[in-house]
Structures are given as structure tokens and as C-alpha cells.
């Protein structure tokens, strides 16, 4: 079932691929998961914070709002469940998701050193 999303988290991540098992357990354990054929989302709602765990699209449609789309529906989800605030981290050199989110009205509240096997995370809130 998780066949398709674990292929594009492939694509969209070569060096840490996620299996269709991983994603099976993410959602058995609460997750979120929006996936359609060219991007995908992972978000959790834990009373009343949300993570975001990943998300990735498809590199031959990047640049077309598709990642944008998909965090507004996480955001509207998450304010229609009660949720006040979603979380995030980036890699400190991941500059494409960090305009993204930043774009996207998240603020950078920490900083996880060397957290991405010696890069550093940026940690990002938005308050919905
Ligand atoms: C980051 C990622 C999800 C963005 O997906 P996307 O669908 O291309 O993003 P969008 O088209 O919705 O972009 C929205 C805005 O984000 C910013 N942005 C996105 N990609 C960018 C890039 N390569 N360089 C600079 N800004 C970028 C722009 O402001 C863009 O708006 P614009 O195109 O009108 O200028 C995609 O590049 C990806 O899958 N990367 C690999 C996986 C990854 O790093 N995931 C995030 C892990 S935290």
C-alpha cells in the first residue's frame, strides 16, 4: 500500500530512503500521511503541537506550489483538530525547504548542532 510513497521518498531522499514498511508504521503510530503521485507529507498531531516529519516532491515537478499546497492542507487539518503550533526541522544547508517554510510563515526558534550527520538543524515553529 505504501509502495508509491516509499518510491518517491526515494527519489526525494537517495541517501536515507524511507520502505514502504517505515511508512506503515508511521502510520500505525499516529501519523498523518497525505501522498499522491508526485508528493507526499508526514505530520503529527500530539494534542495540541504538530510535527511535520517529512515532506518531498517529485524533482520533475518541483517549483509548481505542490509542497506549498500540501503544508497549507497539514496547516487547515491541524487547526480544525485543535492544534495551535507545527514544528519542524531542516538541514542548515537545505536552502529550497528553508525558503519553502520560511515562505510559508515559520520562524526559526533553535538550532540542533550537527544534528544531520554534522549539519546542523534549524528548528522552525509557525503558530496557527
Ligand atoms: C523542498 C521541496 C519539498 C519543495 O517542493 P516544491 O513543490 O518544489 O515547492 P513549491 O513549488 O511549493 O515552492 C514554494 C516556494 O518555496 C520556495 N522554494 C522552493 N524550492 C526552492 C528552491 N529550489 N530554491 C529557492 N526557493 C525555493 C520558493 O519560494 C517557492 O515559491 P516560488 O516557486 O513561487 O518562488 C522539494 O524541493 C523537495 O522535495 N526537496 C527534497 C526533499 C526535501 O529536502 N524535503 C524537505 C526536508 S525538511
Redesign the pocket.
Given at each position: 500500500m505504501f509502495d508509491a510513497v516509499a518510491n518517491l521518498h526515494h527519489l526525494?531522499?537517495p541517501h536515507k530512503p524511507w520502505s514502504a514498511d517505515d511508512f506503515a508504521d508511521l502510520k500505525k503510530s499516529g501519523c498523518d500521511i497525505i501522498a499522491s503521485q508526485n508528493?507526499f507529507v508526514v505530520w503529527r498531531l500530539v494534542a495540541d503541537e504538530a510535527e511535520i516529519i517529512?515532506?518531498?516532491?517529485h524533482p520533475d515537478?518541483?517549483?509548481?506550489?505542490?509542497?506549498?499546497?500540501m503544508l497549507t492542507l497539514v496547516e487547515n487539518d491541524v487547526k480544525k483538530r485543535g492544534g495551535k503550533k507545527i514544528f519542524?526541522?531542516?538541514?542548515e544547508n537545505?536552502?529550497?525547504?528553508r525558503?519553502?517554510y520560511e515562505?510559508n510563515g515559520f520562524t526559526q526558534i533553535g538550532i540542533r548542532p550537527k544534528y544531520y550527520d554534522g549539519v546542523d538543524a534549524v528548528l522552525m515553529e509557525k503558530k496557527l
Open positions: 526525494c531522499f508528493g517529512t515532506v518531498g516532491v515537478a518541483r517549483r509548481g506550489g505542490i509542497a506549498a499546497a519542524l526541522e531542516v538541514a537545505n536552502r529550497p525547504a525558503v519553502l515562505r
